[in-house]
């Protein structure tokens, strides 16, 4: 681990640009662990308000490398699957607190892959054979081929961020839970700060699976599958009202998340989620809440593949919000 000097000082959390971000602290990729439980012990240990540069591996921890061929998808080993960067124990991080996660910037490296999976994605009864993809990442434009026809604008960000559930079992990082994890949402993106539950002290916070492009559901089980490097802050927020499950929001909107085994399940707490953040945050009634998300509430699957769990969010404009 090695602490870097500051050597810009930014005012306030927008009104720094990507390039003039550095670090307080560097993680780099064979600092990870692949399961989700508190006792797993910290990579670094570090101040609210600390930047951290995190280098992610891809999902498969360099099975599927650049060179990859279809027999090593046939092989994989599911052992290393979602190596996450971390954990990060935040010093003031007290059980009921807040942590957020302001996502600062992302750097793609030059390749990802995509899969079909025999026996996993949405349709992997239609599907069932394997399938392997690599593709070039254009970091300049930002951009992949999909094919020679087919060029598709990346928007990178993390399927995996979450902290360190309240268990002694060490959990697979497949499903997403109260903790966050493979939330796989790609709205969540730089400028956005996610908000999680503190269930243990010092929260221990993991990031990785990150992914170069997906669309809204993740429905063949990939996205691209790519490592990055991400740089983040952590702040330890204790006037927050505490909050069951990861939110987020951008400039655009404010958003809540909901798991669940269905789909059903997964948007019935999002709706109830955005209701109780409504009546916590501001003067409204809760029938005349969810009214309002009933007109302006928009509820988006951000994934239906991470089985036994699927996530539902729930976006609301913050220029409804500010005539609150």
Known sequence: MRKIIILFIT???????????????ILLADQK??????????AITVPSGSVIQAVTSEASDGQLHKHAVLNDLVNIDFGPIHPLTGPVFVEEAEVGDV???????????????QAIVG???????????????IHEIDKVNKTMKFNNNVTIPLKPFAGVMGVAPDTE??????PPRENGGNMDDPSIVVGSTVYFPVLVKGGLFSIGDTHAVQGLGEVCGTALEAP??????????????????PQYETDEYYAVTGFGSTIDIATKKAVNFMVDYLIANYDIS?????????LVGDL?????????????????????LNQL
């Open 169 to 174: 079992e060490m959990l697979s990082t497949i």
């Open 300 to 320: 988006k699957i951000a994934e239906v593949v991470d089985v036994p769990n699927m996530l539902v969010t729930m976006h609301f404009p913050k220029s409804i």
């Open 228 to 245: 990055m490097t991400i740089t983040y802050r952590l702040r330890v927020l204790k006037d927050k009202p505490s909050i069951q499950e």
């Open 33 to 42: 662990h692949n399961k989700f439980s508190k006792l797993i012990p910290p």
């Open 11 to 25: 005012i306030g959390f927008w009104s720094c640009s990507e390039k003039a971000i550095e670090p307080d602290y």
């Open 119 to 133: 026996g996993f994605g949405f349709l992997s009864d239609r599907f069932p054979n394997p399938k392997l993809n």
């Open 99 to 113: 942590l957020a996660v302001d996502v600062l910037k992302i750097e793609l490296h030059d390749y990802g892959w």
């Open 286 to 294: 809760a029938e005349d809440a969810y009214m309002l998300c009933s």
